[in-house]
């Protein structure tokens, strides 16, 4: 699903990332962290997609938001085992979003 963010600006964390193997723990672990940030403070919503590369974006009301979801406990944990067990790579970008444009197609 496409997220309902609010009138910008708000934030957008990218993370990009490609997998060292198909792990069911990391699914649940992704699962989990998307609870969890759901019941943050600033969080405003998420957009997934995973094949060989992963790309997730969450969007934030503003930069200390972000700053405390890295540091949430459950998260910090996710991050040590991310590193660890399940990613080959990965990238964190944090974007400004200023303007946004939605588009959709009522007779589908």
Same mark, same amino acid.
């Given at each position: 699903?496409?997220? &309902?963010? =609010?009138? =910008? =600006?708000?934030?957008?964390?990218?993370?990009?990332?490609?997998?060292?193997?198909?792990? =069911? !723990?990391?699914? +649940?672990?992704?699962?989990?962290?998307?609870?969890?940030?759901?019941? *943050?403070?600033?969080?405003?919503?998420?957009?997934?997609? +995973? !094949? $060989?590369?992963?790309?997730?974006?969450?969007?934030?009301?503003?930069? !200390?938001?972000? &700053?405390?979801? &890295?540091?949430?406990?459950? *998260?910090?944990?996710?991050?040590?085992?991310? $590193? &660890? *067990?399940?990613?080959?790579?990965?990238?964190?970008?944090?974007?400004?979003?200023? +303007?946004?444009?939605?588009?959709?197609?009522?007779?589908?």
């Amino acid at each position: 699903m496409i997220a &309902k963010t =609010p009138t =910008p =600006p708000y934030y957008a964390v990218i993370f990009t990332s490609t997998l060292q193997s198909d792990d =069911p !723990e990391y699914g +649940r672990t992704a699962e989990r962290m998307l609870e969890l940030a759901e019941q *943050h403070a600033g969080f405003l919503g998420e957009e997934s997609a +995973r !094949e $060989r590369l992963g790309i997730t974006v969450s969007y934030w009301q503003d930069l !200390e938001s972000i &700053k405390q979801w &890295k540091q949430q406990s459950e *998260h910090v944990i996710a991050q040590q085992m991310g $590193r &660890k *067990h399940w990613y080959n790579t990965y990238a964190t970008r944090i974007c400004l979003v200023e +303007r946004d444009y939605f588009f959709a197609d009522d007779s589908a």
